[in-house]
């Protein structure tokens, strides 16, 4: 890399005395010599918009991306406060300071792009109605883009959760969401000025997965959640309009800069929703949108599943990943800005995390996407400058742009499609072994089970999280009574978590009792808990439960959801009074449930 950099400055020294031209030494689209930017920090970029690049073909240069994570994000607005020294921010989260022989590291590793999310709030004393950002702090984000625009890498910088400010949109008090609008205008404002020479190898990002649901955290705002979905939509839809417009409205290259929208809670299915507007522009194939990929969460966002790779796993995530072409199709270039798959508890790659990125990546290259990957030192380890894993090394490294330079677009889509064919045909034969073995795989419709739906506190350990039972979706070493649902009757079933590493499960940060195919086997049926015991004694709710369904064919009762706070339309039990009816019935910061080694359910299924 030095002798790299060595050759670089003489390239440019001999083009500034004319020896030859800069592109006789270096193809690169945004550099051209050395020079001090506006604002004294040093960089390769040559200040140039492509005004004939489109939005798709953004994309495809984009490459491979990752994500500079845990670092400019890093919260400390609080702790340290506004005051402190910029390095304080960056290695609250645990990793080390950026430098450029990391960033260059990582551009020799494969990835073409890098994702700098940033907490702007952290310099900015924005509860008294000042929402300057420190010059410091925006000196230091620049250092950090220009380490990457130096490598030729493209560079995207956001507003990343930032304590979770956000939530004012949706405060019952009209100051506090005007004081929001005022305070996300004033920061893009800031932004785009500061940085607005930089060439369309810098991308600013609309937000994280904040423009959403989260408009309604209480965080911050603690007479938030007064917004409904439709208002939820209708408010991620204004901030980005907002956006678009702050940054056009700063005026020089960043009227044609290439800007990328987030998606409604950067997901897939909502974002596809017909309320998630793109904003209108004032220039054509400028803009891009942003989604998140992290399913299933407990595979991707967590050590509690170790295991993917069936035939419904693949169909899952192409089917997720085919959605975005709605988008692709009206020519907005797709980023997965985020995507990754959590290493076990003790460090370890998960034993298909390496077939998943392979997937991904093979939809990406299809469809023409750009992916992200979430790291922080998570598999590029920074302090090491390389990857820990030399397997998921070497394919990050044969997906890079370079890597690819060789093959047409159709040779690369070919490939995919090859790829994802054979991986396919894989997983149906290995299901099918499965299932010879006695191992369940599906019940497909005709069949009712009961189990229980669990991640545990920490996110360790889960079981079936979803509408659909999934028996092998399930932490090691975790054994569950699940049991077939005939007709109405008793019935009983548990988890037992002493087989799994720690032996027991850290309380729950969800749970529900479910019946897949309930809705549809015994429409209008109730399920009334008779019994709860943990690790054998008797348990007493805190509140009333009740029977509903999410998606009209898993009937559930929620022992511990903190994300519903309102009773659903189809919320029924046996007396018709709901008034003391919650989804959280559990309690689970009591000491009790600190140390889970068993829990039990019998309750009694019976015609509404």
């Known amino acids: 890399m030095l002798l790299r950099k060595m050759l670089l400055l003489l390239c440019a020294a001999l083009f500034v005395f004319g020896v030859f031209p800069a592109a006789g030494c270096a193809d690169k689209s945004a550099q051209k010599v050395l020079h001090k930017s506006q604002n004294g920090i040093d960089t390769w970029d040559n200040g140039q918009i492509r005004e004939d ?53 990582l551009k020799e ?55 979770g400010w956000w939530g004012m949109f949706g405060s019952a008090n009209k100051e506090t969401r005007d004081a929001a609008a005022d305070l996300y205008v004033s920061m893009w404002t800031q932004i785009a000025e500061r940085y607005k020479e930089y060439s369309d190898h810098l991308i600013f990002e609309s937000a994280n997965e904040e423009l959403g649901d989260r408009l309604n955290d209480i965080d911050v705002a603690p007479d938030s959640d007064t917004l409904s979905e439709d208002e939820c939509y209708e408010t991620a839809n204004r901030i980005n309009q907002t956006f678009a417009d702050t940054v056009r409205g700063t005026g ?52 509690s599943v170790s295991r993917w790779g069936r035939e419904k796993e693949y169909k899952e995530q192409n089917e997720l990943l085919a959605m975005m072409a709605k988008f692709t199709d009206r020519g907005y270039g797709v980023v997965f800005g985020e995507y990754s798959v959590a290493l076990m508890s003790d460090g370890s790659v998960k034993e298909n995390a390496k077939m998943f990125f392979e997937n991904f990546l093979d939809n990406c290259d299809l469809y023409g996407y750009c992916p992200v990957l979430w790291d922080c030192s998570n598999y590029f380890v920074r302090k090491d400058k390389a990857f820990f894993d030399e397997s998921i090394a070497n394919f990050f490294a044969s997906r890079s742009l370079s890597a690819q330079s060789k093959m047409s677009g159709d040779e690369i889509r070919d490939a995919a499609v090859s790829g994802m064919d054979a991986a396919l045909a894989a997983a149906v034969l290995a299901d099918t072994a499965a299932e010879e073995a006695g191992e369940t795989i599906s019940i497909g419709d005709e069949k009712a089970m009961a189990w ?32 077939e649902v005939t ?36 429409p209008g049926y109730l399920i009334e808990v008779r019994e709860i015991k943990v690790n054998g004694s008797v348990y007493k709710p805190l509140a009333e439960p009740y029977t509903t369904s999410d998606d009209g064919i898993c009937t559930r009762v929620n022992l511990y959801n903190g994300w519903v706070d309102t009773l659903p339309e189809e919320a029924r039990n046996a007396s018709g009074d709901l008034s003391g009816a919650s989804a959280v019935i559990i309690d689970n910061r009591t000491e009790r449930l600190r140390r889970i080694e068993t829990i039990e359910i019998t309750f009694e299924y019976l015609p509404g």
Not at 461 to 481: Q, R
Not at 506 to 512: E, G, I, P, Q, W
Request: aromatic share 12%; proline share 3%; with cysteine.
């Open 109 to 163: 590793a494969g990835f073409d792009t890098l994702r700098i999310p940033v907490a702007w709030t952290n310099t900015m004393n924005y509860e008294a109605g000042d929402y300057t950002i420190r010059a410091d702090y925006l000196d230091r984000v620049e250092e950090i883009i220009n380490y990457a625009l130096n490598e030729d890498m493209y560079v995207v910088i956001n507003d990343h959760w930032d304590g």
């Open 487 to 522: 007709g109405a009757g008793t019935y009983t079933v548990g988890l037992d978590f002493t087989g799994t590493e720690l032996g027991y499960a850290n309380s729950m940060a969800f749970s529900a009792l479910a019946i897949a195919n309930g809705e549809i086997l015994f």
């Open 252 to 303: 020089g290259n960043n009227a044609k800069r290439f800007l990328l929208i987030a998606g409604y809670n950067t997901d897939i299915k909502k974002t596809c929703d017909e309320r998630f507007k793109m904003p209108t522009d004032t220039v054509e194939n400028r803009l891009l949108l942003s989604v998140h990929y992290y399913t299933p969460w407990g595979f991707c966002g967590g050590p």
């Open 53 to 105: 690049l489109t939005s798709l073909e953004l994309v495809r240069l984009m490459g491979n991306g990752a994500n500079l994570g845990n670092t400019m994000e890093a919260y400390g607005h609080k702790e340290p406060g506004i005051g402190a020294a910029v390095s304080a921010y960056e290695t609250l989260w645990g990793q080390p300071e950026t430098t450029q022989e990391i960033i260059s590291a």
């Open 452 to 483: 229980i739906m669990y991640n545990s506190n920490d996110w360790l350990l889960s079981y079936s999280v979803g509408d659909v039972y999934d028996p092998i979706s399930k932490s090691d070493g975790m054994i569950a009574t699940d049991v």
